[in-house]
């Protein structure tokens, strides 16, 4: 217990390691708000303090090395290059208000731009962990600045996503009134906007017609075409890409220069940098060690060398030992879908001929769609690797027994 008059320690500092180090008239770190905290932190305010959560998400790999700033994210580049560029097409304060056909849309026709301050109403689409919400949060904290706590309302349309959130919470957000520079708007952040229903899009749709003098609208969601056509034509949509590996890796050595390993997080987060991070952390957190096996198995994924050895008995036809391996990643309790993605995932990298290789992908194919109907049994990737052995035997007929040639007079 602290004695009297003496300081109670800081949690949010810096580690104690840090701190003896440092002289003791060093200024203290600049805390984080809690309102830059995550949007489901908010779930767990009523069993720890804003304290304990400041400290928590500031160790998770995914919230330490989040950019701060547009030229901090990974990836689609022309798409993040929209969102600094200094001029407009269509002129800001009349885009608001302007109906725009979304299939119009193209990169030609309008740029979205930080410096002047007066953006339109975004919709930013794309797989998960592409940076969509990131880059919604650098352009509000570029426009906003010192204002950016009182000035941005960030929700999850996937919890927070039914009729009265729009009437209540976003309503008396738009509604009240804040001090910002001139040019300058109050920014709503509705994080899956395509969970929403029907009727709060309808709902939303109305208050971003009356606030639109006041207020800015940014959405994030995986398909816009769950998005109602009132609600698109009123933003600019913008569409991310899933992320290489060669830029999930460029962001993954600046977390960590263990080779061993790295590989496996790349193939494992399938060009979502989230899940990179996390697999990363996860599996540090559970060996100490980052190597193939301990992402695999943190990962709980069929090891991509199994597949690939599989692969390789089905291309010199040796159906029981394809077999053996198949029956080993059934017995270890994999699904037969992750079985059957990974199996398509490592075919695409396949060393074999190129027609081998797209009738091996054309029977994935097929095994996938029939898996999806519901015949997930182990005789649908049995019979996959007798298909898949069928191909091989059948292109090396053709390749020691070419057809005769037909020439024609």
Known sequence: ???????????????????????????????????????????????????????????????????????????????????????????????????????????????????????????????????????????????????????????????????????????????????????????????????????????????????SKTTRFALACNTSNKIIEPIQSRCAVLRYSKLSDAQILSRLMEVSHTDDGLEAVIFTAQGDMRQALNNLQSTYAGFGHVNATNVFKVCDEPHPLLIKEMLNHCISTDIDSAYLILKSLWDKGYSPHDIITNIFRVCKTQQMAEYLKLEFIKEIGYTHMRLTEGVDSQLQLSGLLARLCLKSVDSLLILFYPPPQVYTI
């Open 1 to 211: 217990m602290a004695d009297e008059g003496e300081e109670p320690m800081d949690v949010s500092a810096a580690p104690a390691e840090e701190a003896t180090s440092k002289p003791a008239d060093a200024p203290k770190p600049a805390k984080r708000s809690t309102h830059e905290l995550p949007w489901y932190a908010s779930r767990l305010r009523s069993v720890f303090s804003d304290r304990i959560l400041s400290v928590f998400f500031r160790t998770l790999r995914i919230e330490k090395y989040r950019p701060t700033k547009l030229k901090e994210v990974v990836g689609n580049e022309d798409t993040i290059s929209r969102l600094e560029v200094s001029s407009l097409i269509i002129p800001c304060h009349k885009l608001s208000a302007h109906k725009i056909d979304a299939s119009t849309h193209t990169h030609s026709y309008i740029q979205v731009f930080s410096r002047e301050g007066n953006v339109p109403n975004l919709i930013i689409a794309g797989p998960p962990g592409t940076g969509k919400t990131t880059s919604i949060l650098c352009l509000a904290r570029t426009l906003l600045g010192a204002s950016f706590k009182d000035a941005v309302l960030e929700l999850n349309a996937s919890n927070d996503r039914g009729i009265d959130v729009v009437r209540n919470r976003i309503k008396m957000f738009a509604h009240q009134k804040v001090t910002l520079p001139q040019g300058r708007h109050k920014i709503v952040i509705l994080d899956e906007a395509d969970s929403m229903t029907d009727g709060s899009q309808q709902a939303l749709r109305r208050t971003m017609e009356i606030y």
